[in-house]
């Protein structure tokens, strides 16, 4: 008979054994964060480029490289420098404002900035325009922009499209 009140009891009791801790909830104290795709530092970027409309030379494309520094996952700046592979070869040297939104991995961004135009002649420049940034890898990413080249002088204004690899360090 004893045991038999001790197997009843101890099925009665079960379901207060179930809540060990007093019912608080078990909270692991080092979640497991996952890093930010975006963040402040340096960046590397190499692109091709084109500018339009074609009627200012006879080949308007080329590449180019630049270096960014960004203070936040937002707020940045990119300098540049793109030469253009036409018969009087076009350079352009330019430092621009970057403003990115990400989001997961993804960031569009617009920019503004100036610069000088140089084609055996050096004009001043104002550009502005916007783009995307895909993250790939830990660092790495594809970006592809358009931007939009105000000249001083007697160049006329033009757009340039890039497609390039950045990378941050």
């Not at 430092?95 to 004009?123: K, M, Q, S, W």
């Amino acid at each position: 008979m004893k045991s038999l009140t001790l197997v009843a009891l101890t099925v009665a009791l079960m379901p207060f054994a179930a809540q060990a801790g007093g019912g608080k909830a078990v909270i692991e104290k080092n979640p497991v964060v996952e890093a930010p795709c975006y963040d402040g530092g340096f960046e590397f970027g190499v692109f091709g480029t084109g500018f339009f409309p074609e009627n200012h030379y006879e080949d308007s494309f080329g590449g180019g490289v630049s270096l960014g520094y960004f203070y936040n996952e937002n707020l940045g700046f990119d300098l540049g420098a793109a030469w253009y592979g036409t018969d009087s070869e076009v350079h352009n040297y330019t430092l621009d404002a970057v403003y990115r939104l990400p989001f997961n991995c993804i960031a569009p961004y617009i920019l503004a900035g100036g610069g000088v135009h140089t084609n055996g002649e050096t004009e001043g420049l104002f550009r502005f325009g916007g783009g995307v940034d895909f993250r790939v890898f830990n660092g790495s990413s594809i970006f592809a922009d358009g931007i939009y080249n105000l000249l001083g002088g007697d160049v006329d204004n033009y757009a340039i499209a890039r497609l390039g690899l950045r990378f941050s360090f």
